[in-house]
């Protein structure tokens, strides 16, 4: 399948900063990709669909001023937690779409102390 | 609002057995079905998808749709303990003119020795 990269895998902030993650789609171009948050035992939750050259769907509750999403081209969006805090504290997980199927990067487990 | 179900377990089942999951969904205009992994800690895997009425086989893995049931399953046969994880259901159709996918809350799968 196609292969979805992020970077940092695990990153650990002081509370009050900004934390930036990347997710990247190594061999295909993905004009749609997803990001999630997903909580220790807890499903799945979809924050925003990035989509290339637009702004970002975000999903009800999710603030956008707090998670900026940019998709600056068909192999790259960011996620920016900006004034982390700590019950920002999860796994962020981006995923692309090829054709019909999504595929999943590894996650960001983001710390805030 | 688009809900899919799944158990969540956990469904124990010995090494060599067959394990069923199943999902069912609420959006009859649903059109693509996957199955994905995910191990604790980790992010998801896609394991198989199914588009059509039937069965699907692939390895150990089965996907079977029912789409006037409005249910899709997977069987993973010769179960064995590297299959422990936990198993979501995806279920994406049309929403608003982008294919968003549904994810369900996952089946917690145990195979024990």
């Known amino acids: 399948g196609a292969v979805v990269s992020q970077h940092p895998s695990r990153v650990i902030c002081k509370s009050g900063t900004s934390v930036k993650i990347e997710c990247r789609s190594l061999?295909?171009?993905?004009?749609?990709m997803f990001w999630y948050r997903q909580f220790p035992k807890q499903s799945l939750m979809l924050m925003a669909t990035?989509?290339?050259?637009?702004?970002?769907?975000?999903e009800q509750g999710v603030e956008k001023d707090k998670f900026l999403i940019n998709h600056a081209s068909l192999t790259l969006s960011t996620l920016t937690v900006t004034s982390a805090h700590p019950e920002d504290s999860s796994f962020y997980i981006c995923?692309?779409?090829?054709?019909?199927?999504?595929?999943f990067g590894p996650g960001t487990r983001l710390t805030v102390l | 609002q688009k809900e899919v179900e799944q158990n969540s377990g956990p469904l124990s089942v010995p090494e060599g057995a067959i394990a069923s999951l199943n999902c069912t969904y609420s959006d009859r205009g649903s059109q693509s079905f996957f199955w994905y992994r995910q191990y604790s800690g980790k992010s998801p895997e896609l394991i198989m998808s199914i588009y059509s009425n039937g069965d699907k086989e692939d390895g150990r893995f089965t996907a079977q749709l029912n789409k006037a049931s409005q249910y899709v399953s997977l069987l993973i046969r010769d179960s064995q303990p590297s299959d422990s994880a936990t198993y979501l259901c995806a279920v994406v159709g049309p929403r608003g003119g982008s294919y968003i996918p549904t994810f369900g809350r996952g089946t917690s799968l145990i195979v024990h020795p």
């Open positions: 990035s989509n290339e050259g637009s702004k970002a769907t975000y």
């Open positions: 995923s692309a779409r090829e054709l019909n199927e999504q595929f």
């Open positions: 061999d295909f171009q993905a004009t749609t």
